[in-house]
Nanobody
Framework: VQLQASGGGLVQPGGSLRLSCAAS????????VGWYRQAPGKQRELVAT???????NYADSVKGRFTISRDNANNTVALQMNSLKPEDTAVYYC????????????????WGQGTLVTVSS
């Protein structure tokens, strides 16, 4: 299953961006979705996750500013980022774990290709 991430770009501090991640298949069931990021010279870190039941978890650094959501009908996952700070600059990756039906049920755990977010004046 391929995930296509989009929505990154250059934004000034205090601005907003909305990242989107679209799956290449019609997802039958989701175990979890998430957004992660990797800043230059740093390890990849969790930004936000959502379970199949809709429970969310956020990194302390983004709580109150970022919101993860999913659109089951369109097989997409989004990350709304508000009040962006320079330290939010990173490549953002989406992750989806779930199952799809194609004659049989198949489990998958896929990553998007990453989309660059740069917060700078």
């Amino acid at each position: 299953v391929q995930l296509q991430a989009s929505g990154g770009g250059l934004v000034q501090p205090g601005g907003s961006l909305r990242l989107s991640c679209a799956a290449s298949v019609s997802i039958f069931a989701i175990n979890a979705v998430g957004w992660y990021r990797q800043a230059p010279g740093k390890q990849r870190e969790l930004v936000a996750t959502m379970t199949g039941g809709g429970s969310t978890n956020y990194a302390d650094s983004v709580k109150g500013r970022f919101t993860i959501s999913r659109d089951n009908a369109n097989n997409t996952v989004a990350l709304q980022m508000n009040s962006l700070k320079p330290e939010d600059t990173a490549v953002y990756y989406c992750n989806v774990e779930g199952a799809y039906y194609d004659g049989s049920y198949y489990y998958f755990n896929s990553w998007g290709q990453g989309t660059l977010v740069t917060v700078s004046s």
